[in-house]
């Protein structure tokens, strides 16, 4: 199991979630805004950028912060988030729905780019046939805590999603913002080369930049990469009537028009789940806890989806799959058909969610980072790359506990 701070038991629901925190309990409830009507709040995925820009006297791009004092690179990708990990599980699973030619109109419709057109060095091989490695990138446009100007993009949210080869599984390893890792040198601007944070990569050379650090870091090739907006997913949920997540502790929202959450089970609708999702401070883990509350969003929309008869109502359905691709955008070579069709038999049961392993944060050049686990990365990437994440998991994943009868 990851050595993370994020280490203190089971999650709640069916999906296995290494790392996360025990799942609270409590009658099903409504949250309420302290000060205003329930309406539309502002997105936001990971806090605001940290560290002054790189031309400042005494800054070099070394030290891995966000830099806010230069031009940055807007990617024409669009507004990007972590759901899109939501969106092609749950898409695959409704591959049996409405048939494939359904399926081949709404691959005509989705936005593409090709983010590895700009990766000039060597990339890591692919090993095992059949498996799929996919990068998840994800920002906030509208994140509240976002003070940067209009063009000024990052990424916060970054998971590696592995699909092993007998297509029966899917891991997803959430990769922390502060991650400090080497970074190659960008191909379109002067920076990289160094040792940095893992979201600079985008803010220094966009999309191929990221997907270079995290395949060096990793020795992981990526077969895809999707992206999709964080606060688009608002609709999505709306669109299912709204979603049911278990909430950890009382806590009030730092946005407006703070929102009381209560302990236990709510149902939330998409401003609800959106403005819960971002909380940080709140939690003695802050970031981490935010990953962990992402995936649990993840797997509610996926558990909803099929529960209340989305995949076997047309209309509803139609409604559902415009919300969810209308902010996706996807390399040149996906196919949201051939995906559907080879992963049809995926539910949120067969999900599992962990961090990348790591030994917490600390301080370098003044700034806070996550330090790598290199020894545990280095054997749990190498179980993605060569198709053995069901070994990796029997030695470290979480163990079942004792029977009453069995406990000591």
Known sequence: MPNTPASRGPSSGRATVPGALAPTSGARARVSAANAPSSPAAPGVYGRPSGPPPDRPGRTPGNGGEYS???KIRPRWGRIALVAGCAVLLLALLAGIGGYAYYRSVDAGLNRDDPFSQITGGRPAKTVDGALNILLLGSDSRDPDNKGKAGEWRTDTMIVMHIPADHQHAYLISMPRDLYVHIPKSQTTQYGNTN???NASFSWGGTPLTVQTIEEYTNVRM???????FGGFKQVID???GIDMNIEKDITSIHPPKRQFKKGMNHLNGDEALDYARQRYQFADGDFARMRHQQEMMKAILDKAVSSGTVSNPAKLNSFLKAVTKAMTVDK????????LQFRNLRSNDLTFMVSPNDGSKKINGEDVVVPDKEKATALYDAVRNDKMNDWMAANGPKPSASPSKAK
Do not use: N, T
């Open 223 to 229: 077969d895809h990469v999707l992206l999709i907006d």
């Open 69 to 71: 004092g230069r031009k």
């Open 239 to 241: 669109a299912l009537g």
């Open 196 to 198: 940095a944070k893992l």
């Open 333 to 340: 070579d996906f196919s949201l058909a051939d995906m559907a």
